[in-house]
């Protein structure tokens, strides 16, 4: 077997288990979040709540990270990779939607609140709760996009006016490229070159966070990568 062919098994196995390690992680804390507010929402500790909220949250959480996980940034990545900004947030946002009253009504069959799945169509709540999902996921999903085309070290600090008071930083920079780009270019024709610095950007960017790089900008077929002096160092 090939150095290449064993080098991508690894990074396969690798990428597998931060998967089931991230599902793990928002299923536990979707769980945390749930006791939480379905105790608020009773004004008191609550058995019977704390059972829902944990189940709900379980269930929401783990739902929207293997969404994320194995579907939007897995084996549907081409497709999304195809939609625009608008269209993206509201596939994104509706997927949302379904899959948290989907696991809402779920919720409630385990716990028996619901005797069937129609009566998920007969809570009084079902409308206000599906708007405010809706909305709820319009958010985040406008926040997640964008901090994917800019970076969420750059977004943070422009939401919390970093900007506005610069100092100074040790960084280190890395700056990428492809090879031969002009005569790719000439090759293979305009809107396949753009094409393939999409993918290029894309495919890159697993790596870009795994190793907690900030994209510093964009170059042509050029991406900057920085750290900061005590990122590096860790890495």
Known sequence: MCYSVIREEVAMKYRTRQKLRTLLTVGISGAAVGIVLANVQMGKLNPLSTLNGIVDGLLIGSTLAAYHLFFYDGGRTQFFRKLNFSLSLMVNSISYT??????????R????????????????????????????SLLVNAVFQA??????????????????????????????DLVSSTSIAERIGSLSFLNLLDDFYRDLTEAILRSRAEIYKYVGDEIILTWTRSTASAR
Do not use: Q
């Open 109 to 136: 069959l385990l716990t028996l609140e619901y005797a069937n799945p129609m009566a998920a169509f007969e809570d009084p709540l079902l409308l206000e709760t599906t708007v405010l999902v809706l909305l709820a």
């Open 147 to 176: 901090s994917e085309l800019i970076g969420s070290g750059e977004l943070r600090r422009f939401v919390t006016g970093r900007y506005h008071r610069p100092k100074t930083e040790f960084r280190v920079f890395l700056f990428l």
């Open 98 to 107: 379904a899959l948290i009253i989907f696991s809402r009504t779920l919720g």
